[in-house]
């Protein structure tokens, strides 16, 4: 059974930088999407970052030019740069990996944007 993990997670001050990054106990083959979701106390879980088999990237338009999502070649894993981060970035993260067929998701890291 394939377990995620993601790391990188913290306490920052607002306009610091954290990277996130996720690790899948098994092997997964033919991963057609990774991404990056969050989810903030009391709120839905959003979509944040995403990056396809063929290198497209897409981002929520509140983290546009500030994140940056990138394959992790030798973990085949998604990893999040997180720059100029606002308390509203607060939530805990979720890496999340589809084959076509299976979702897997990590058990989340969280982030805090604080002063």
């Known amino acids: 059974q394939v377990q995620v993990v993601e790391s990188g997670g913290g306490l920052v001050q607002p306009g610091g930088s954290l990277r996130l990054s996720c690790v899948a106990s098994?092997?997964?083959?033919?991963?057609?999407?990774m991404a990056w979701y969050r989810q903030a106390q009391g709120k839905e879980r959003e979509l944040v970052a995403t990056?396809?088999?063929?290198?497209?990237?897409t981002y929520a338009d509140s983290v546009k030019g500030r994140f940056t999502i990138s394959r992790d070649n030798a973990r085949n894993t998604p990893s999040l740069q997180m720059n100029s981060l606002k308390p509203e970035d607060t939530a805990v993260y979720y890496c999340?990996?589809?084959?076509?067929?299976?979702?897997?998701w990590g058990q989340g890291t969280q982030v805090t944007v604080s002063s």
């Open positions: 999340y990996l589809l084959d076509g067929i299976n979702q897997y």
């Open positions: 098994g092997r997964i083959f033919n991963i057609n999407v």
């Open positions: 990056l396809n088999s063929i290198g497209k990237t």
